[in-house]
């Protein structure tokens, strides 16, 4: 099967997201995330201003067909309950004659963690496969930024070859990984994860996030994915309970990691039971932290409950509560 260009009907409907084409007014839009230097760490363009944008954004406005290989597809993603602007997904036709195509997609910081670049990057690779007939489609990404290759792997991609130093990348040579999706592949998904698969994977996901060490940005990024974006955390441990929204949690713990005050620390969990129903679960159980405050040995545990619920995206926590074992007297 092959085609000879993609003209998609606009715009393209999923549950809450509208693909469609770039428009002049949606400058603004871009200008949150194209100027965020945290979005475009990992992206190949520099932190841009308004006009850099609007250069970018004109370019973008003639991107919406594909008619001969070489060619990028560049869509807008709207959400469609406040008509914003929220990132934008790319698929390049490789190539015709070996049916290969390559993906990409950039989102707002605000809008990252909640499911959309997969609901968004989801419509991409169908159109890439049943409207454009690739066989295989091919999406690359520095080795650190983790959160991408998670979505990768959560759209069937395989992992296929590591790069060293294979690009000047932000002033230093980075490493990319390359990443690949056959149209055999995307027709049979894997077997997806079972329910409680998934929520041991966030309960370690928590716990993992307060290493110190190399990587701390990488995993307090995982755990803001891991969590909805309302999620609510709770601090007992024998004083006036404290209540934490998700940045005022991870922000003081994430400077604790990487400032020097706990070092060679890990947290991790040791015992629980997890309940499950529907959409909700509760996993109650036992941790233990050990490592060093301030230059001195410092250990501990207790106990924590953690609650989670099933959304669009997959299961994400909603909310935590612990409370430390107290001093022997």
Known sequence: MTHQALRPDYPILTPRLALRPHRAGDLDDL????????VVRFLPWPVRDREATNAALT??????????????LVLAVELRETKTVIGEVLLKWASAEHRQGE???????????????????????????ED???HRITAMCVEDNDPSA??????????????????????????????????????????????????????????????????VDERMAALRDAMLPGAIIVRTCGMEPAVYDVDAFIEPRRAMLVDGTLTDFQEAARSGRLDLFGDIAQWFGRYAKAGRLNGSPHSGGGMKSMQFVRTGAGWRISAAVWDDDRPQR
């Open 150 to 215: 998670r979505l990768l792997r959560r759209l069937g991609f395989t992992q296929e070859a590591r790069l060293v130093d294979d690009i000047w990348f932000k002033g230093g040579w980075a490493t990319r990984v390359l990443f690949a999706l056959t149209e055999d592949a995307w027709r049979t998904p894997a077997t997806p994860r079972s329910d409680e698969e998934e929520i041991h994977s966030l309960i370690r996901c928590y716990f993992d996030a307060f290493t110190s060490g190399s990587g």
């Open 132 to 134: 454009l007939g690739l």
């Open 103 to 129: 993906l990409g997609f950039a989102f707002g910081r605000a809008h990252q963690g909640r499911g959309y670049a997969a609901e968004a990057a989801a419509e991409m690779l169908r159109l890439g496969i």
């Open 31 to 38: 200008l949150e995330f194209h100027g965020d230097p945290e």
């Open 59 to 72: 370019a973008k406005l003639d991107q919406a067909t594909l008619t001969e290989p070489g060619q990028w």
